[in-house]
Structure formats: C-alpha cells, structure tokens
C-alpha cells in the first residue's frame, strides 16, 4: 500500500513563476491537508480539502496561493507569481476521514521550493 | 490563542542513556495530542495519538503519556537510530488542523 506521494521533490523557480506542487493521498484516503515548513516557524496548516472541496483555508494567504482536490487526480498547491519568501518545504498529509478531529494524519516526503 | 511548546529544543544522549522529551499545550478543548518523528529531509512520521489525561502508549523504546497540561515522549535505553525531530501536535476545537509544536533534536551518539 503506498504511502502519500508528493512530487517534485524539489523545484527551482525564478520570482514571479508559478509553482504547483502536486499530493497523491494514501489508497483509500479522501482527506489531505498541505503544511508549510520553515527551520524557525516549525510547520503551519495552510488548507485542509476533501474531494472537489475546501474545508478550511484559513492558513493560506489569501493572494497567490490556491489549492485543488479534483474528483480525479491528485491534489494541487498552486503558488503565482513566487517571491524568495516562499521558499520553504511544503508538505502533504492525508486521512482517512473516518475518525473525525483526531483522524491521524500520514505525511509525504515535501516538495522543497526554492525561489531565486 | 492556543499554543503548543516543546523543550528542550536540543539533545544529546548516549546510547542507553533514557530520557524525557517535553510537550506543554495551551488549547481550548483538546481532542486528540499527536506524536511524530521527522528524519532530516524526510516527512513527519505518525508514533501515537493521545486523547485523554492518564492515557499512555507504547512502542518498542518510546511511551508516551498525557496529562491535562503536557505530554511527555520517554526513550528508553535509546540507539543511534533513535536520532530524529521529534515532534508533538495537538487537535482542538471543532476543527480538524493540528497546532505543530517547534519539535526537539535528538542525537543519540553511539
């Protein structure tokens, strides 16, 4: 059973591309949530999606960032228009949903993100 | 505004030498106190979930316990491999996003 997978692994972007960074949840998950990471800040929630919907965004800047999570199809963390100051580790966790506030979370690799 | 704080940031211990790792929550309502270990490089690693005051778990050298105020991650006669961020959240309120302690190092030397 593979675990959550996240890819690339590592991107380079120029300031003011766009990123996208992409969460295949665990087989029978329907629950994802991305973090950022930063060595100082530790990690922060960004946005929390079920299937086709956002449940909870409130740890997403409003500009620039958005995130999907299609019927079909991994989820996406789209960053427009990047600064140096998105440059951190972006992680993807997914769940079962099956055991509401406290469904354990299971984590992906990350995707560094450096922006030059 | 809930908060979540671990100590010490940093430690070294021998190989064998047990120790306590140190979790302090400030939250309205914990549901649920989540343990990881997080390699260099790598994505956090769920250990254990706690849910309430006097509950512990275990698993192979690490027993973690909760009280109403902290939680603690013990290692008990740890190994080199043992060496990791060792990381504690926590899950509040009506809402499923967990607060992220900073995590504490921890080096095991052999």
């Known amino acids: 059973n593979a675990g959550v997978m996240q890819n690339p692994r590592h991107l380079v972007r120029r300031r003011g591309q766009e990123a996208r960074l992409r969460c295949s949840p665990m087989k029978g998950h329907s629950h994802v949530y991305w973090y950022r990471q930063l060595p100082e800040e530790g990690l922060k929630f960004m946005v929390y999606l079920q299937k086709e919907n956002i449940i909870d965004e409130s740890g997403m800047p409003k500009e620039r960032f958005s995130a999907e999570f299609p019927k079909e199809g991994p989820s996406i963390l789209r960053i427009q228009q990047v600064v140096r100051g998105d440059s951190a580790a972006y992680f993807c966790?997914?769940?079962?949903?099956?055991?509401?506030?406290?469904?354990?979370?299971?984590f992906g690799p990350g995707t560094r993100l450096t922006v030059l | 505004e809930d908060q979540v704080t671990q100590s010490p940031e940093a430690l070294r211990l021998q190989e064998g030498e047990s120790s306590s790792l140190n979790c302090s929550y400030t939250v309205s309502g914990l549901r649920g106190l989540f343990w990881y270990r997080q390699d260099p490089g790598k994505g956090p690693e769920f250990l254990f979930t706690l849910y309430s005051a006097g509950e512990e778990k275990e698993k192979e050298r690490l027993k973690a316990t909760l009280t109403k105020k902290e939680s603690f991650l013990h290692i008990t006669a740890p190994k080199p491999e043992d060496s990791a961020t060792y990381l504690c959240a926590a899950n509040a309120g009506n809402n499923r996003k967990l607060i992220w302690g900073l995590g504490t190092s921890l080096a095991v030397n052999p």
């Open positions: 966790a997914s769940a079962s949903g099956t055991s509401g506030f406290t469904d354990t979370q299971y």
